[in-house]
């Protein structure tokens, strides 16, 4: 009764100016996401399950696999071994481990199929894989580990590769009118749908984009008016088809004050062995490489008042590099420098991106090697935020070491914030209390995130992280009328100054 007690008074503690706390759906979306792609389970990759081909199959895609099941074993067969291929991917040991040692959530990939090559017989044996879908997020949910929504096989191709659900060669989404009405059609379905699967923590429209694909962002802005007009709250995830720059641009347009939409985020994909110019460096150069990454949203990000809020994930990284790399340096170097480069990665993508989804779990030939987060986790390669291995003792011990010295931090955080701007603008107007009331709520919000596993709001151990903080700080400038206003950059700064006072003192 006493533990209730003190969740209760922590809850209306930590919603100052009226706002509501940070529901566990807040926290499952805006939070750091340290996660793994599910892989080859509703989309097939002949190299990740080639269990599912029968012998004879000459092709490398979901659409090859199951035209051979067909021909081979019926519909009645194929179906069961398809369904029995989503039930079984991932099982309650994986959950567990998943939870307690990797400490990660997931990406997962659906297709569609009227009006495709999938059209007809092939189309039966997936009637009931939305279901497969949602009961896997469900199972998910109840563990803690929220799921992200990817449209991975779009009509048509969204790039020319098998992983796009057939061995077409061609990138056929972009220019082709109906396959992208289908492909909006199949989104704006998957976004009324995930309104009522708690532990959806976004939908992403387009894995992977053919590089310079045509038309690309005049589709995006069509698909993002009917999903708003569904569900603004939804965080939408897109492609950048290979130009970070360009969409880092571009989403700043999208994710402003006044843009009430949806919250719109970037997934780029990061790997070091397919270019030709990477094949060329030894693995040092590489690694060192990996902390210059993502300057792209420098001068971007960090200020949602004057340059809009930018947010991004990396949905794809491996520690794979090319042999012609590994040929530079002597085999007994090898373990210790893929060690090096997989830590080099989660390091840079935590401390600058929103997230990051490991290229991939689930294969026939676990644990994967050096494309298996299962086995890049055990070795070390891939390290998971350290505060989400906090005890429930330790995170309540640094809530209550904040609470005792949130007064002194509040204090001398609005006390520099008046004395700078006395001396850098004299005799000019502000509207200070806009500052307190941010830097109240800012640290407010980071406890919430910090503590909602602990007060059983969310399953699992250890603590959470706001991660994708631009669009977080948006989302709460709006909620608290400060969008418009002409001083809303004081709420900013102060909402910031709190989340960072809070971090320090949990030593996030």
Known sequence: MAQQSQQTVLAAEDAPGGLPVPSPWDVLRYRYH????????????RWLHGNMFERET??????????????ANGLDATKQKWEAHWRDAVSDGDFDWLVDV????????????????????????????????????????????????????????????????TDSGQAALWGNGFFLDLGRRCLAFMTREARSM????????????ATNAPGMYEWYDSVLNELGQID???????????????????????????????????????????????????????????GTELEELSGRDGSVFDRRAAGLVIGEYSCVLDERTWSRVSADERPGLIAQFGQAQSRTWQERSGGSYFWTYKMDW???????????????????????????????????????????????????????????????SFEHWRYE????????????????????RLAGPGADKIGILDLWVRKRMIEAGQADAGLGWEFEQGFRRGVQDFNGLAGL
Request: charged content about 20%.
């Open 232 to 290: 603004p709250s939804l965080p939408v995830y897109i492609s950048d088809r290979w130009n970070l720059g360009e969409a880092v641009g571009w989403i700043n347009g999208k994710n402003t004050l006044q843009n009430q939409g949806n919250p719109v985020i970037i997934d780029t994909h990061k790997y070091y062995t397919f270019a030709e110019s990477d094949r060329q460096q030894p693995p040092q150069q590489l690694i060192d490489r990996v």
């Open 198 to 209: 708690d532990g959806v923590v976004g939908l992403q429209l387009v894995n992977e984009a």
């Open 58 to 71: 000459t092709g490398h895609s979901e659409l090859d696999a199951v035209y051979a099941s067909l021909e």
């Open 366 to 428: 676990m644990d994967g090697g050096e494309w298996g987060f299962a086995a890049m986790s055990k070795s070390g390669a891939i390290q998971a935020p350290q505060w989400l291995f906090l005890s429930d003792a330790d995170v309540n011990g640094r809530i209550d070491q904040a609470r005792a010295r949130r007064a002194d931090l509040r204090g001398a955080a609005v006390g520099q914030h008046i004395d700078y701007w006395n001396g850098a603008s004299p005799g000019q």
């Open 437 to 456: 009331n941010g830097w109240d709520i800012g640290f407010s919000d980071a406890v919430s995130f910090f503590g909602t596993r602990v007060r059983g």
């Open 102 to 165: 990797a400490r990660c959530w997931f990406t997962l990939g659906p297709d569609f199929c009227d009006g495709t090559p999938f059209h007809g017989e092939p189309a039966q044996v997936y009637v009931d894989a939305w279901r497969a879908v949602r009961d896997f997020v469900g199972r998910a949910r109840s563990r803690g580990i929220g799921v992200l929504l990817d449209l991975h096989g779009l009509p048509g191709g969204a790039n020319s590769d098998a992983h796009s659900g």
């Open 34 to 45: 340290h996660g793994t792609n599910l892989g080859s389970i509703f989309i097939l990759e």
